[in-house]
C-alpha cells in the first residue's frame, strides 16, 4: 500500500513519526502551515516557519524515502490576530518556491470579518500564482463554514477543480459534492472523521475527488490513520486499485495541478543531493546534515 497524506502538520510530529509512517507506506505528504498553538508575538515567527517548511521538514522526511510538500498561507485562526497581518505580504516570497503546491490553509475558523478578508486576499494569490488552494472548514458551526466558504471560492474566480475544501463529514459533503471542488477529510482517534465512518461515505459518493489525510497536528492525533482507512477500506471489499485511489493518486492529481510534485525518488536525500537508498533507518548510513544540523542523536 502506497500512500500521499495530504494534510499533515509535521512541524509538530518527532522523528520517530517519520519513521513510523515509511514502514506503513507512506511515500509523500503535504505539510499545510497552520497556527503555531499559542499566540505569535509578531509576523515575523512566520519566516522561520516558513523556512523550516520548505527546508527542515523536507529533509527530515527524505531521511525516510518521504517526500514532503508544503502549503503556504496565513491560517484562519491567526488571521484575526492584527499582529499577524504582516504575513500577508510576505506569502509572496514563499509562493514562489519548489516544493510548495498550494495556498493553504486558508478559510475560516471564527468566520470573522477579519478572516474573510484574509480568505479572499489569499485566494485571489492563488489565482495569481496559478496554485490550487486548500481550504480550511471551522470546527464550530461546519455547515454554515463550508457553505461560506463554498460562496468565497466562487466568487474568487479561481477554478474550483483546484480547490479542496477539508475537514468534511457527513454533514457537509452533500454541500460540495457537486460544485467541482475536491472533497478532504482528517482522520483523527477521536473527533473529525474515523476509517469506518470513511469507509461508508466512500460507498455512498465513491472514490472521486475524495482525499483522506491523517492531519497529524499538536492534539490528540494519529499520523497512521491514513493505513487504518485503507485497511478498513480493503476489510469492507475495496479493492487495492480503489485504496491506491483515495490514498496516492488522488492527492497527486490534485497537488500535481500546482507543477511541483516531486515523487520520482525512491529513496532518502540529504541538503546537498542525494543519498544512495537503503534498506536501513539514518542510523545506517553516514550521517548527513542540514544546515549542520542531523536527525542523529546520542554522539553518532
Same mark, same amino acid.
Given at each position: 500500500?502506497?500512500?500521499?497524506?495530504?494534510?499533515?502538520?509535521?512541524?509538530?510530529?518527532?522523528?520517530?513519526?517519520?519513521?513510523?509512517?515509511?514502514?506503513?507506506?507512506?511515500?509523500?505528504?503535504?505539510?499545510?502551515?497552520?497556527?503555531?498553538?499559542?499566540?505569535?508575538?509578531?509576523?515575523?515567527?512566520?519566516?522561520?516557519?516558513?523556512?523550516?517548511?520548505?527546508?527542515?521538514?523536507?529533509?527530515?522526511?527524505?531521511?525516510?524515502?518521504?517526500?514532503?510538500?508544503?502549503?503556504?498561507?496565513?491560517?484562519?485562526?491567526?488571521?484575526?490576530?492584527?499582529?499577524?497581518?504582516?504575513?500577508?505580504?510576505?506569502?509572496?516570497?514563499?509562493?514562489?518556491?519548489?516544493? =510548495?503546491?498550494?495556498?493553504?490553509? =486558508?478559510?475560516?475558523?471564527?468566520?470573522?470579518?477579519?478572516?474573510?478578508?484574509?480568505?479572499?486576499?489569499?485566494?485571489?494569490?492563488? =489565482?495569481?500564482?496559478?496554485?490550487?488552494?486548500? =481550504?480550511?472548514?471551522?470546527?464550530?458551526?461546519?455547515?454554515?463554514?463550508?457553505?461560506?466558504?463554498?460562496?468565497?471560492?466562487?466568487?474568487?474566480?479561481?477554478?474550483?477543480?483546484?480547490?479542496?475544501?477539508?475537514?468534511?463529514?457527513?454533514?457537509?459533503?452533500?454541500?460540495?459534492?457537486?460544485?467541482?471542488?475536491?472533497?478532504?477529510?482528517?482522520?483523527?482517534?477521536?473527533?473529525?472523521?474515523?476509517?469506518?465512518?470513511?469507509?461508508?461515505?466512500?460507498?455512498?459518493?465513491?472514490?472521486?475527488?475524495?482525499?483522506?489525510?491523517?492531519?497529524?497536528?499538536?492534539?490528540?492525533?494519529?499520523?497512521?490513520?491514513?493505513?487504518?482507512?485503507?485497511?478498513?477500506?480493503?476489510?469492507?471489499?475495496?479493492?487495492?486499485?480503489?485504496?491506491?485511489?483515495?490514498?496516492?493518486?488522488?492527492?497527486?492529481?490534485?497537488?500535481?495541478?500546482?507543477?511541483?510534485?516531486?515523487?520520482?525518488?525512491?529513496?532518502?536525500?540529504?541538503?546537498?543531493?542525494?543519498?544512495?537508498?537503503?534498506?536501513?533507518?539514518?542510523?545506517?548510513?553516514?550521517?548527513?546534515?542540514?544546515?549542520?544540523?542531523?536527525?542523529?542523536?546520542?554522539?553518532?
Amino acid at each position: 500500500m502506497r500512500i500521499f497524506d495530504p494534510h499533515i502538520h509535521m512541524t509538530s510530529r518527532t522523528t520517530d513519526d517519520y519513521e513510523r509512517m515509511a514502514e506503513a507506506g507512506v511515500r509523500a505528504l503535504v505539510e499545510p502551515a497552520f497556527w503555531l498553538g499559542q499566540p505569535r508575538t509578531s509576523a515575523a515567527s512566520f519566516v522561520d516557519y516558513f523556512d523550516a517548511l520548505v527546508g527542515w521538514e523536507p529533509f527530515r522526511a527524505s531521511q525516510f524515502g518521504i517526500r514532503h510538500h508544503a502549503t503556504i498561507a496565513l491560517n484562519p485562526k491567526e488571521a484575526n490576530d492584527p499582529r499577524c497581518r504582516e504575513v500577508l505580504d510576505l506569502l509572496p516570497r514563499y509562493l514562489d518556491k519548489d516544493g =510548495v503546491v498550494a495556498v493553504g490553509e =486558508v478559510g475560516y475558523d471564527s468566520m470573522t470579518p477579519e478572516e474573510d478578508e484574509v480568505f479572499a486576499t489569499q485566494l485571489a494569490l492563488a =489565482v495569481e500564482y496559478e496554485l490550487p488552494a486548500l =481550504v480550511h472548514t471551522p470546527h464550530r458551526d461546519k455547515a454554515r463554514g463550508t457553505e461560506r466558504s463554498l460562496a468565497v471560492v466562487a466568487e474568487s474566480g479561481l477554478d474550483p477543480g483546484r480547490v479542496v475544501i477539508d475537514h468534511l463529514n457527513e454533514v457537509t459533503v452533500p454541500l460540495v459534492r457537486d460544485t467541482g471542488c475536491w472533497l478532504g477529510f482528517s482522520i483523527y482517534p477521536e473527533t473529525k472523521m474515523s476509517p469506518p465512518r470513511m469507509v461508508e461515505l466512500l460507498r455512498k459518493y465513491g472514490t472521486e475527488r475524495m482525499l483522506v489525510n491523517s492531519a497529524a497536528d499538536w492534539g490528540r492525533s494519529d499520523p497512521l490513520l491514513t493505513r487504518a482507512t485503507g485497511e478498513a477500506m480493503l476489510a469492507a471489499g475495496f479493492d487495492a486499485d480503489d485504496v491506491d485511489r483515495v490514498l496516492w493518486r488522488n492527492p497527486v492529481e490534485f497537488y500535481g495541478q500546482s507543477g511541483r510534485l516531486e515523487l520520482d525518488a525512491d529513496g532518502p536525500a540529504d541538503a546537498d543531493g542525494p543519498a544512495e537508498a537503503d534498506a536501513g533507518g539514518p542510523a545506517d548510513r553516514a550521517p548527513v546534515t542540514f544546515e549542520g544540523n542531523s536527525i542523529l542523536r546520542g554522539g553518532s
